[in-house]
């Protein structure tokens, strides 16, 4: 049986059935071996040249009897070609009949005629390169030009300028044929065994795809596995405050969850004097009698502190960073519990953030190209429509036999324009995503900024962001959110102002958009589509979707993720 990504399933002894991938298979030879059409005609080409100018030569049937003895060692040669011992003994003894017949020739004959039947020497030497011997085609080169030199000094013909040049001249061509049949042999070789990043992508995204679907739907969300693990984590040892942290890119881990009571900002810069940096370099557990985080604590507290490395292979792909208010809490017991806890979780986390990034890249990938059809397709052909319009108005006298005509144009004209700037506006909406460097509240900041000014709102920002950061895919969603509420203010609800709040303590957010509009009634049925868009949105994330009116006009819509800190301000 063979699944989907190439496995193939057998039965054991043991009458259970094993998974085999397919570069663990055993290939069964077949009965009988199976030759190549090539190398028969090479040869038989070979030999009937050779023997068409050996009797041209020496006029001398006697001569055909050496060929007819490197005819009966090319059969074994043919067959055993891949054996191991029959397939270099049979180029061996083509390489020395062919060395014989070649002096015989050039005995009865001129001495230059020996090159006759020299050609055939190349073919057991590109054989042996075929075959990725190469020290055996050296050998048979070395072998032919022994055989050469002793049949030649036996039949006189060693002094002989031509028979020397003869011999030298099919030496050097065959060792050339076996050295570029042997570049190219690895070149292909080369080819084939590297990975094709479309090939390789298609198969990982095809296991992926089958291991989605047996896995239950909440165990590839990073968010929900974290928070998880730190259950685990606290059901095994003492934890007055925990969080799973994973890398964001750009020296600085983003925390996937946490617990406590009162919330932490943890240090989550990798060049820092902490223990999490310490356990993310070393990959070991970090113990420390101070806190880990930025927030100042209590003087006279006693602190105890762990961080344990999520280690999948040879990567980090997280930290599992724990506290007590006790010194001493974490004794080396206490430790390999921990890891006992932590260390099967890791591979669990890694697929989970896996997942999430082919599920970004895909995601950003889409709405680019989404925009680039719009930008080269519909945008395009309405700018065209508009200056038709234009040309139609510019031909139309003025007269007041066609003053209606030309009202009704400038109104379409008026509308074109409208549904040009609201494409914009889409395609700007579409090629908006979270700087790495500038963070959540910059891109909500510069979205709302432009399409305030498109709808002649008056814009204002309350921007609060900590120096930690969210997961990117968290990020995305957060910004799209906003991106809804905001063009639903600015599209439906006919506001003068707008009041934007962007609160960032990871893991916890709150975004908020509020405008002084008309609000959400049964007479928007318009809107309903992008709020259930959002709703779905905050799901993913794990977030809560709040929408309200606001007193005295207006409507609310908020994103809630996590809890607020209760140590104040950020």
């Not at 709405?367 to 429509?385: C, K, N, P, S, T």
Request: with cysteine.
């Amino acid at each position: 049986m063979a699944g989907e990504s190439g496995w193939q399933t057998v039965h054991t002894e043991s009458g259970s059935w094993r998974a085999i991938p397919p570069e663990a298979r055993v290939r069964v030879p077949p009965p009988w071996p199976r030759i190549s059409l090539t190398p028969v005609i090479s040869r038989g080409t070979l030999l009937v040249l050779a023997a068409v100018m050996s009797l041209w030569a020496t006029e001398d049937a006697r001569v055909l009897g050496w060929l007819g003895l490197l005819t009966l060692a090319a059969v074994p040669s043919l067959l055993g070609a891949a054996h191991p011992v029959i397939g270099p003994l049979a180029r061996l003894a083509e390489v020395v009949l062919c060395g014989l017949a070649a002096a015989a020739v050039a005995a009865e004959s001129e001495p230059a005629m020996a090159g006759a039947v020299l050609p055939y020497l190349s073919v057991p030497v590109v054989v042996a390169v075929l075959y990725g011997h190469r020290i055996e085609a050296f050998a048979l080169i070395a072998g032919a030009a022994g055989v050469l030199t002793g049949a030649g000094a036996t039949d006189g013909l060693v002094g002989d300028v031509g028979y020397l040049l003869a011999c030298a001249q099919w030496l050097i061509v065959s060792a050339l044929a076996g050295g570029i049949i042997g570049s190219m042999r690895r070149r292909l070789q080369n080819r084939r065994t590297a990975p094709q990043p479309y090939a390789e992508a298609a198969r990982l995204l095809t296991q992926l795809r089958s291991v989605a679907r047996q896995l239950p739907g909440a165990t590839l969300d990073p968010g929900g596995l974290a928070e998880h693990l730190i259950e685990e984590v606290r059901a095994a040892v003492p934890v007055t405050r925990a969080a799973v942290l994973s890398a964001s890119g750009g020296g600085r881990l983003v925390v996937l969850a946490q617990h406590g009571t009162d919330r932490v900002d943890w240090e989550t810069a990798l060049d820092a004097d902490s223990a999490i940096a310490d356990a993310w370099a070393s990959q070991q557990p970090q113990t420390s009698a101070r806190s880990q985080s930025r927030t100042s604590v209590p003087a006279g507290t006693e602190v105890s502190a762990l961080v344990v490395p999520l280690v999948a292979g040879v990567r980090t792909i997280g930290l599992v960073a724990m506290e007590t208010d006790s010194a001493g809490a974490y004794p080396q017991p206490v430790i390999r519990r921990v890891v006992d806890v932590v260390g099967p979780a890791a591979i669990r986390l890694e697929a989970a953030l896996l997942f999430d990034d082919v599920r970004t890249i895909a995601t950003t990938e889409e709405r680019q190209r989404l925009a680039r059809e719009i930008h080269d397709g519909v945008a395009q052909e309405l700018v065209m429509v508009g200056y038709g319009i234009d040309n139609t108005l510019a031909a139309l006298p003025d007269s007041p036999d066609s003053a209606p005509a030309i009202e009704e144009l400038r109104v379409l004209r008026a509308e074109v324009t409208r549904v040009i700037t609201e494409l914009r506006l889409s395609l700007f909406e579409l090629r908006s995503e979270v700087d790495r460097y500038g963070g959540l509240t910059a891109a909500v900041a510069d979205y709302a900024r432009t399409i305030a000014a498109t709808g002649g709102l008056r814009v204002h920002f309350t921007l609060n962001e900590s120096t930690a950061r969210l997961p990117a895919a968290v990020e995305a969603e957060l910004l799209r959110i906003a991106q809804e509420a905001i063009t639903n203010a600015r599209k439906h609800a006919g506001a003068e102002n707008l009041w934007v709040t962007c609160v960032v303590d990871p893991p916890y957010a709150n975004i908020e958009v509020s405008d002084d509009g008309s609000g959400i009634g049964d007479s928007r049925p318009d809107g309903r589509y992008g709020l259930a868009i959002m709703k779905e949105r905050a799901d993913r994330i794990r977030g809560r979707l709040e929408i309200k009116p606001r007193n005295p006009t207006g409507t609310t819509v908020a994103v809630v993720l996590g809890t607020a800190t209760r140590r104040g301000s950020v």
